[in-house]
């Protein structure tokens, strides 16, 4: 079974510039959430969809930060602009969704982002 | 606010020995715990759950311990490996399917 992808895995920008970050979830999971992991601290919920609605997204800094998961499947998280402090590895992951009892996450390997 | 925090930022065993990881929990309605470790440059890993009824489970070589009393949680992981290394985290689990994960702890496994 393949895992969640994400892509790519390191990008490099400099601020006040935008940046915009993919991931797949494994094939027929409802649930995808969006962390910021930042270095030396655990992930932070930054929005989570339920097939193409959105669940959560109390944290995300809807001032710079925008996601969207239109088909249900894939989904991409932007950027624009970029601050120094967003510096850190953002985080996809995945479940079955609500009909499973158990909420087991599976990663993606994330994408570091270096704000310069 | 929910919190889910750790005692030790880094803990150091050597090999062959048993580890310990603590973890703190704050809202005293969350009713699953998971335990995940992360390898450096990846994402975190599932190893072992437990639902706020119970208050033991066990895995290979890990055990997850919860005592709700005083809100507290740790994993054991029995002759520990060089494999071992890693950032652990203990994550807590609200209502709605939300997560939310502790600062981690940062396990050295010497040889």
């Known amino acids: 079974e393949a895992g969640v992808a994400q892509s790519p895995r390191y990008k490099i920008i400099e601020k006040r510039q935008s940046v915009a970050f993919w991931c797949n979830p494994i094939?027929?999971?409802?649930?995808l959430y969006w962390y910021q992991q930042i270095l030396g601290q655990g992930p932070k919920l930054l929005i989570q969809?339920?097939?193409?609605?959105?669940?959560?997204d109390s944290q995300l800094p809807k001032d710079r930060f925008s996601a969207e998961r239109l088909k249900g499947v894939d989904s991409t998280l932007k950027i624009q602009p970029a601050k120094l402090e967003d510096s850190a590895v953002y985080l996809c992951?995945?479940?079955?969704?609500?009909?499973?009892?158990?909420?087991?996450?599976?990663f993606g390997a994330g994408t570091r982002l270096s704000v310069l | 606010g929910e919190s889910v925090g750790l005692h030790l930022p880094t803990l150091s065993v050597q090999e062959g020995d048993n580890s310990i990881i603590n973890c703190a929990y704050s809202?005293?309605?969350?009713?699953?715990f998971i335990w995940y470790k992360q390898e450096s440059g990846k994402g975190p890993q599932f190893i072992i759950d437990?639902?706020?009824?119970?208050d033991k489970r066990q895995g290979q070589r890990v055990t997850v311990l919860l005592n709700k009393t005083v809100k507290h949680l740790s994993l054991q992981i029995a002759a520990t490996q060089p494999g071992d290394s890693a950032v652990y985290f203990c994550?807590?689990?609200?209502?709605?399917?939300?997560?939310?994960f502790g600062a981690g702890t940062r396990l050295f496994v010497k040889a």
């Open positions: 992951a995945s479940t079955p969704g609500p009909q499973v009892a158990k909420n087991i996450q599976y």
């Open positions: 094939s027929g999971h409802a649930t």
């Open positions: 969809f339920q097939n193409n609605g959105v669940v959560d």
């Open positions: 809202n005293s309605a969350s009713d699953y």
């Open positions: 437990i639902r706020s009824n119970m």
């Open positions: 994550a807590e689990n609200t209502g709605g399917f939300k997560t939310i």
